[in-house]
């Protein structure tokens, strides 16, 4: 069974970057789509993006084109989520997420996630 742990959240100024990690185990996350969520203080869980080779990066808000992309690195079992231009209305808590059939834009159609590691943009 596929397990995710999330990593490389924190404190950033405005403008700043951020890479996050999302490491699997127990499973090649190769051969998984992977998903990036975020979840704001009072706000519902939002889908952000997905990755799933060789469809490539499916956006589902407006929010970080241009600005968030995913990467892996298979060698470490390993998705990452770029993420540039930051700014406070990016705070949340995110989430990695991941499912052998596909990306979905839904929360609830995905069964494997991480814990969440929280981003905080604030000068």
């Known amino acids: 069974q596929l397990k995710l742990v999330e990593s490389g959240g924190g404190l950033v100024q405005p403008g700043g970057s951020l890479r996050l990690s999302c490491v699997g185990s127990?499973?090649?996350?190769?051969?998984?789509?992977v998903a990036w969520f975020r979840q704001a203080p009072g706000k519902e869980r939002e889908a952000l993006l997905c990755e799933n080779s060789p469809h490539g990066t499916t956006y589902y808000t407006e929010s970080p084109k241009g600005r968030f992309t995913i990467s892996r690195d298979n060698a470490k079992n390993t998705a990452y989520l770029q993420m540039n231009s930051l700014n406070p209305e990016d705070t949340a808590v995110y989430y990695c997420?991941?499912?052998?059939?596909?990306?979905?834009?839904?929360?609830?159609?995905?069964?494997?996630w991480g814990q969440g590691t929280q981003v905080t943009v604030s000068s």
């Open positions: 997420a991941a499912d052998f059939n596909g990306c979905y834009g839904l929360t609830k159609l995905y069964d494997i």
């Open positions: 127990g499973g090649i996350l190769e051969h998984f789509a």
